[in-house]
């Protein structure tokens, strides 16, 4: 579904990224880790034109994505951010309706899909005129879902969509999302910087450190299979769930 070639990215004559090349697979589920600081989300943004590449190309469905191409790839891409990334001047409905109301989809058509996600996604109908500073923190996270989701794109970005939750709140959300990835069966490339919650919802894990891809696989992989002392370290300093067979 996504493919980098031979792609890098500099910011203030500093290598953010590369060069690498990663292919991601459709309808996997692929996430993205690592230390901070080690170009995850620079390598989301790239995939859908929120930065260009200094060198190398990306493709999004055999596409090549560059300023020409990105507004209509990003019609196919749901992107979701920390805290949902929600505008506040606006209710959770016209969040989630924002894009689809731009384009002059019906308003009918509209409002089955507000009725179709907030099921999908657990959350209250009464909530939807609600403003973002009166929802919690998993409400607002569930309205960024709901928002990525409404044009039902062929894939799904995602930058650490739970970092900012509280650990209970943060697990119940994790078993919600995987339900919902698993339903969906689109394409999705997440963002974390945990290893337990990468190994909760990957099919793929690529690790990177300081630019760079250091190892790609399963999480199983990772666990028993370092490529390097890095991945070995890196997998002992991390609290996770239960090793993966």
């Given at each position: ?16 990224l ?33 930065f ?39 209710t ?116 990177l ?36 067979a």
């Amino acid at each position: 579904m996504f493919a980098l070639n031979d792609v890098s990215k500099v910011f203030a004559r500093r290598a953010a990224l590369g060069p690498l090349s990663l292919n991601v697979p459709a309808g996997q589920t692929t996430v993205l880790i690592g230390p901070s600081g080690c170009g995850k989300s620079t390598l989301l943004r790239l995939l859908i034109g929120l930065f260009a590449p200094d060198t190398g190309a990306v493709y999004f469905d055999g596409e090549r994505v560059t300023p020409a191409t990105a507004r209509a790839i990003r019609l196919r891409v749901g992107y979701v951010i920390q805290d949902g990334g929600l505008f506040p001047h606006l209710t959770a409905r016209g969040n989630v309706t924002l894009m689809a109301r731009h384009l002059g989809r019906p308003r009918d058509t509209i409002e089955a899909r507000v009725n179709e996600l907030a099921e999908l996604t657990r959350f209250p109908l009464d909530g939807l005129d609600r403003y973002p500073h009166q929802l919690s923190g998993g409400q607002r996270q569930r309205v960024g879902l709901m928002r990525a989701l409404m044009l039902n794109p062929d894939a799904l970005l995602l930058d650490e969509p739970l970092g900012a939750l509280d650990p209970l709140v943060r697990a119940e959300l994790q078993a919600e999302l995987r339900d919902i990835f698993r339903a969906l069966a689109k394409t999705v490339v997440m963002v974390t910087h945990d290893l337990g919650e990468a190994t909760f919802f990957a099919d793929r894990v690529v690790l990177l450190r300081d630019g760079r891809i250091v190892q790609e696989g399963s999480p199983a992989d990772l666990w028993h299979r370092a490529a390097d002392p890095f991945v070995t370290r890196f997998v002992q300093a991390q609290r996770g769930p239960e090793v993966p067979a």
